[in-house]
C-alpha cells in the first residue's frame, strides 16, 4: 500500500470546503508546472471536478529569483461543478519571495501561504525588489493570513542526503516535498504521482526513488509537524455519471482533428511552425504516425498554411495551427484557399497582441481578423471553443464544416482554454457526427466537360482530386468564371463570384444548432452574451446572480460566422444585451452592425480572463 | 495495335497536353519555346496525364499552368514550392512540377526556395530566369546584373544578383542544372532527366523576355558568340568548348584553368563528374568569378546530380515503420487517454 494518508493525525484542524482555488507559484525551474498537474491528476481521480490555469512567462528561464521569472499554476477543484479556474487562491505556495510578491495580491484575506523559508533569504528579497530592512514573513505583511513557514530546500536536502545524488538533482526534486505536503493538507493519496513518477523515470531508478523519498518526506512532514496543523477536506462532486478524463484544450484539439480524420475517412495532414501558445497541437498530433497522421514543420508560417493547401488540394482532411502572428502572415494564402474554395482548417490559439504582445498571456483580440482579415472579400466560417474539452467539440466542427461546405473555417480558441484542463466525460466514437465527403470521379456537365465550380444546393463546388483520371483541370487565385472556374476577368462574374462566395457561407447557418440559453430564460432583463473561454466566468456569475434573485440569462456564441440563424431574435427577447470580451469589444462591433441592437460592452485587455466576481458586479450593476 | 485500342490505350501526344486557353505571353517570349519543349516531351515521360500536377506562383511564367492539360494551380507569389510540398507530402505518387521566375523564387520565395532545396521532395523545380521583374512592367530582380537600368533604378542597381545555381547547392540541391529558351533539344534532354532524377530537380531556364529585357541570354544561343561564351557539360566528358573546340579547362589543384587543346592535349582534361558536388560548386561559379583574372564559359546542362533521400518517401516509410511496430490506435483509445475514472 503506498496510500500513507490512511492514518489521519487528529491533533490537525479539519475544514471542509465546497472548493478550494490553489495557486502554486515559484522560478520557471522550480517545476511549478508539473507540481500543479500532478495535484490536479489526483484531484480528477477522486472525483473533483476542477478548472486549471497554468501561468507562466514567456522566458523560458528567466533570471531566477526575479519577478519577471514566477511561473504559476492554478488549479480550482471542488465538490460542485466547477467552471473557473477562480478569482483568488485559498492557498498560495510561494517558493521564493518573487512568487509571494506576484501573487499575495490574489490571495483571499485569511487564506494560507505556504512559504518556502530558503528562498526569503537576503539574496531571494534582493532579487524580488523587496525594500532593504522589508521581510514579508516576518514583518506583519501576512498578520492577516495562515502563514506556514517551511524549510522545503533544506528538508529536501536532509532527506536526499547519502543518496548520492548531485546537488542540482536534489535542488529539482524539491517540488516533490511542496506536493507531498499539499496532499497531506488536502488529504489526498500519493498513489497516482507515485506510480507517474515509476512510469517516468522507469529507466532512471535512482531519480525515481529520490523523488518518491522526497514526496513521502513532504507528507510526513506535514503530519508530524505541530505548527502545520490545517488540513482541508474537498468531497468529490455530484458530476453527471460516466467514464472521465483530464484533458487540456490544445489536447482536445488535437484529438478532435483526430477524430474527424477517422470519421471522414480523410487522412490528416498538419502543415504547421511553431509558436506559443499553439504548439502542443503539433506537438500532440506528431505522436500519431501510426494512425497515419501527417505532420510537417514547415520553413515559416505561410508555408504552414500553403503546404496544407496543397494536402487539401490532394483530397486530405488539411490543418494548420497558429496564434495571432501567425494568423496575420498567413491571410494571403487563406484568401487564395477562399478562392480555390477548399477545405481548410485553421486553428487560432488566440494570445496578447499586437506584434509579440504578450505571447503567453490570453486575450480574445483576433476576432475582426478572422473575420475580415483578408484582402477582397473573402469570408470564410468561423468558430470558437468555449472551455478546455469543447476544443474537442468545435475542432470536429471545424473540419466538418470545411469538408462539408468547401471552405477554410478559422476555429479560435485562446491561451487560458489551451493550457489550461478540465475533466471532461469523453464520447464513444459511434456518437460522433458523421462527416460526408464526395469527391467528383467524372466529369459533371451535360456535354461531359469538368465544371470545377458548378455549385450544389449549399452552393459548395466538386472536391476533385489529382490522380482521377480524366478530371484534368486548372484552378488558381484568379477571378474564375462561374461554374467553369476558368480565369474572368468580366465585372458582372466577378460580382457574381463574390455574391455566391459569401452566400455559400451564409447557408451553413442551415447546418448548424440555433443558440439557446445556456442559462436563465428566453425572456428576462439581461442576457449576457459571451464567445469563446468567457464561458466559465460568465456561467458561475450568471448562476449565482440568478440564485440571488437577479433577471439575467446567459447564452454563448459557438459559431461566429455565420451567426446561429435564431441570434436576432433571440437578442430581442432581452431588455438589455450585456457583451463581455476580453479584448475592446469587437463581437459587439458585430452584433450592433448586424442587428441593430444597443448591446452594451464589457471589455478586459490584461492578459487575463474575466473573473467571476468582476463579471457579476457588471451584471448587478446593469440591473440596480 | 488491336489489343492496345481494346484497352483503351493511345500513346498520348503534345497535343494531348493543350488546353483550350488562349495562350496570353507577348509575342517572341521564351516563356511559349519553355511550353512547347513541355508538351512535346511530356508524352514521353510514361506518366499517366492524371497523375501530373502543375504548382506556379505569379509572375509571366506561372501562367504556364493554364497551358498544360494536367491538374494545375496557379497559385500565389512565392508560395508554389511551400504548397507542392504539400501535394507531394500528402500524395507521393503524384508527378509534380514548380514552374516560377526569378522573383517569385528568388526574391519572395526565397526561403520556400532554399528549403525545399534542403527537405528534397521529389518533385521538379523550374524556374524561368528572365532576370527582370516583366508582369509588373520592367523592375530589377534579384538575378538581374549589377548596374541594371530599370524604372526603379534608373541611375542603375546597387545591388549583387542571386546566382542561382551556387544558391541551390549551397541549400543542399541534389540535382541543379542550366537550359535555355533558344536551345530545344537541350532544353527537351534537361526537363526529361529532372523528370527521371528522384529528388528536388532545380531547372534553371534562361528565357528572353523580349519587352523588358530582350537578349539578355543571346550571348549563349548566338552562333557567333555562343560557342566562346557557353560550355555543354556532359557526364564522363572533358570541358570543351570555342569556336573549333580548340579550348579545355583543367584543374590546378582546385583552380580551374583554360587550355589550348593543341598545345596541352586532351589527357589532363577535367572530366565531368556530375556526383562529383566540389567540381559542381566550382562549375557553378563559371558565373561572376574569375580564375587568375580569365573569365570562364557559362555552363549549361547537368552541374550537379546526386541522389539521396527524398522527403516524400521518408515520411511515407516513417509512417509504416511506426504503423507496423505500435499498429494503429483505435479511435477509441485516442478519445479515452490512459488515464480514465468513473464518475457513478
Request: aromatic share 8%; net charge negative; charged share 25%.
Amino acid at each position: 500500500m503506498n496510500t500513507i494518508g490512511e492514518t489521519l493525525n487528529n491533533s490537525s484542524i479539519g475544514i471542509e470546503a465546497e472548493s478550494m482555488v490553489v495557486r502554486f507559484s515559484g522560478d520557471s525551474g522550480d517545476g511549478m508546472q508539473l507540481t500543479g498537474m500532478q495535484f490536479t491528476d489526483t484531484a480528477a481521480f477522486l472525483g473533483n471536478d476542477l478548472s486549471t490555469f497554468p501561468d507562466y512567462p514567456s522566458e523560458i528561464r528567466a533570471p531566477i529569483g526575479t519577478v519577471a521569472g514566477v511561473s504559476g499554476f492554478q488549479v480550482h477543484f471542488g465538490s460542485k461543478e466547477i467552471y473557473t479556474p477562480g478569482d483568488e487562491f485559498d492557498v498560495l505556495v510561494a517558493m521564493n519571495a518573487a512568487a509571494l510578491k506576484v501573487d499575495l495580491p490574489r490571495l483571499k484575506k485569511g487564506g494560507v501561504v505556504i512559504a518556502n523559508i530558503s528562498g526569503f533569504d537576503k539574496k531571494n528579497l534582493g532579487l524580488a525588489k523587496y525594500p532593504e530592512t522589508a521581510d514579508p514573513l516576518e514583518d506583519g505583511t501576512l498578520d492577516n493570513y495562515i502563514l506556514h513557514k517551511v524549510d522545503i530546500t533544506k528538508n529536501t536536502k536532509e532527506c536526499l542526503a547519502g543518496t548520492g545524488l548531485g546537488t542540482k538533482e536534489i535542488e529539482r526534486s524539491k517540488n516533490m516535498f511542496v506536493l507531498g505536503l499539499l496532499f497531506w493538507t488536502f488529504e489526498k493519496p500519493l498513489d497516482h504521482t507515485i506510480k507517474f513518477i515509476e512510469e517516468k523515470f522507469a529507466k532512471k531508478t535512482e531519480i525515481a526513488d529520490a523523488n518518491i523519498r522526497t514526496l513521502r518526506a513532504g507528507w510526513n512532514y506535514g503530519e508530524n509537524t505541530e505548527i502545520f496543523n490545517t488540513r482541508f477536506k474537498v468531497t468529490s462532486a455530484k458530476m453527471v455519471s460516466g467514464v472521465y478524463r483530464n484533458i487540456t484544450g490544445n489536447h482536445a484539439t488535437a484529438i478532435g482533428l483526430i477524430a474527424a480524420s477517422d470519421k471522414s475517412g480523410l487522412p490528416l495532414f498538419l502543415g504547421s511552425y511553431p509558436i506559443t501558445p499553439a504548439t502542443d497541437i503539433l506537438h500532440e498530433l506528431s505522436k500519431y504516425k501510426a494512425n497515419g497522421v501527417k505532420t510537417f514543420q514547415a520553413e515559416d508560417e505561410i508555408a504552414g498554411v500553403c503546404s496544407a493547401i496543397g494536402a487539401s488540394y490532394t483530397g486530405q482532411l488539411a490543418i494548420t495551427t497558429t496564434s495571432g502572428p501567425g494568423l496575420a502572415l498567413k491571410t494571403e494564402a487563406i484568401g487564395l484557399a477562399t478562392m480555390l474554395e477548399i477545405p481548410l482548417v485553421i486553428v487560432n490559439v488566440q494570445r496578447g497582441g499586437p506584434s509579440t504582445g504578450l505571447p503567453t498571456k490570453t486575450e480574445q483580440a483576433d476576432l475582426l481578423m478572422a473575420m475580415h482579415g483578408r484582402h477582397g472579400e473573402a469570408p470564410l466560417a468561423v468558430l470558437a471553443a468555449t472551455s478546455p474539452s469543447d476544443c474537442f467539440n468545435m475542432a470536429y466542427e471545424a473540419c466538418r464544416i470545411a469538408v462539408e461546405h468547401m471552405t477554410p473555417v478559422i476555429l479560435l480558441t485562446d491561451g487560458y482554454i489551451a493550457n489550461g484542463s478540465e475533466p471532461w466525460r469523453f464520447p464513444n466514437e459511434d456518437d460522433l457526427k458523421p462527416i460526408s465527403v464526395e469527391f467528383l470521379g467524372k466529369p459533371n456537365g451535360a456535354e461531359g466537360e469538368i465544371l470545377p465550380y458548378k455549385r450544389n444546393e449549399k452552393l459548395v463546388r466538386p472536391w476533385i482530386k489529382p490522380g482521377t483520371k480524366g478530371m484534368e483541370h486548372r484552378i488558381g487565385g484568379l477571378e474564375k468564371q462561374d461554374i467553369t472556374g476558368n480565369v474572368s476577368y468580366d465585372p458582372l462574374n466577378h460580382e457574381t463570384m463574390v455574391h455566391l462566395r459569401a452566400e455559400k457561407i451564409n447557408k451553413i447557418a442551415d447546418y448548424i444548432p440555433e443558440l439557446r440559453p445556456d442559462t436563465g430564460n428566453d425572456k428576462a432583463k439581461l442576457l449576457v452574451l459571451g464567445w469563446g473561454s468567457t464561458y466559465g466566468a460568465i456561467k458561475t456569475a450568471v448562476r449565482e446572480a440568478i440564485a440571488e434573485g437577479y433577471d439575467v440569462a446567459h447564452a454563448h456564441l459557438r459559431y461566429i460566422n455565420p451567426f446561429p440563424k435564431n441570434l436576432g431574435d433571440l437578442l430581442r427577447g432581452y431588455d438589455k444585451v450585456l457583451i463581455p470580451e476580453m479584448n475592446s469589444g469587437q463581437l459587439l462591433q458585430l452584433i450592433r452592425a448586424k442587428y441593430l441592437i444597443d448591446a452594451i460592452g464589457f471589455s478586459k485587455v490584461q492578459g487575463l480572463p474575466f473573473t467571476t466576481t468582476e463579471m457579476k458586479a457588471k451584471i448587478v450593476e446593469l440591473l440596480k | 495495335m488491336e489489343t492496345l485500342l481494346e484497352n483503351d490505350i493511345k500513346p498520348l501526344t503534345s497535343k494531348d497536353f493543350s488546353t483550350d486557353q488562349d495562350v496570353k505571353w507577348c509575342p517572341g517570349c521564351g516563356d511559349y519555346s519553355i511550353l512547347k519543349q513541355a508538351q512535346t516531351i511530356f508524352p514521353e515521360l510514361g506518366v499517366p496525364k492524371e497523375n501530373l500536377v502543375f504548382i506556379s506562383g505569379i509572375g509571366c511564367s506561372s501562367r504556364f499552368t493554364y497551358y498544360m492539360d494536367t491538374f494545375g494551380v496557379h497559385s500565389i507569389h512565392g508560395r508554389a514550392a511551400a504548397i507542392a510540398s504539400g501535394v507531394k507530402a500528402a500524395n507521393p505518387d503524384l508527378s509534380v512540377w514548380i514552374v516560377s521566375g526569378d522573383g517569385d523564387s528568388f526574391s519572395i520565395g526565397g526561403n520556400h526556395f532554399i528549403h525545399a532545396m534542403r527537405k528534397n521532395f521529389n518533385f521538379n523545380y523550374l524556374v524561368f530566369n528572365n532576370q527582370i521583374y516583366s508582369l509588373t512592367k520592367g523592375q530589377y530582380s534579384p538575378t538581374s546584373e549589377k548596374g541594371k537600368v530599370t524604372k526603379t533604378t534608373p541611375y542603375g542597381s546597387i545591388e549583387e544578383p542571386f546566382n542561382p545555381s551556387e544558391l541551390a547547392l549551397g541549400a543542399k540541391a541534389s540535382f541543379v542544372s542550366r537550359t535555355l529558351d533558344r536551345d530545344p533539344k537541350h532544353m527537351q534532354m534537361v526537363l526529361k532527366r529532372a523528370d527521371q532524377f528522384k529528388g528536388t530537380s532545380f531547372v534553371e531556364i534562361y528565357q528572353n523576355c523580349p519587352v523588358f529585357n530582350d537578349a539578355a541570354f543571346f550571348a549563349f544561343s548566338d552562333k557567333e558568340t555562343k560557342k566562346e561564351e557557353a560550355i555543354f557539360l556532359e557526364h564522363g566528358k572533358p570541358l570543351i568548348y570555342g569556336h573549333n573546340d580548340e579550348k579545355g579547362i583543367k584543374l590546378d589543384g582546385l583552380t580551374p584553368v583554360i587550355v589550348n587543346i593543341a598545345e596541352n592535349g586532351l589527357a589532363d582534361l577535367w572530366i565531368h563528374d556530375e556526383k562529383d558536388k566540389t567540381k559542381a560548386n566550382l562549375l557553378s561559379r563559371f558565373f561572376d568569378t574569375t580564375f587568375n583574372g580569365e573569365d570562364f564559359p557559362r555552363p549549361f546542362g547537368i552541374l550537379y546530380a546526386d541522389e539521396r533521400p527524398v522527403y516524400d518517401e521518408g515520411m511515407t516509410m516513417q509512417i509504416e515503420e511506426i504503423r507496423s511496430r505500435k499498429g494503429r490506435m483505435p479511435l477509441n483509445k485516442i478519445l479515452s487517454g490512459d488515464n480514465t475514472w468513473i464518475i457513478a
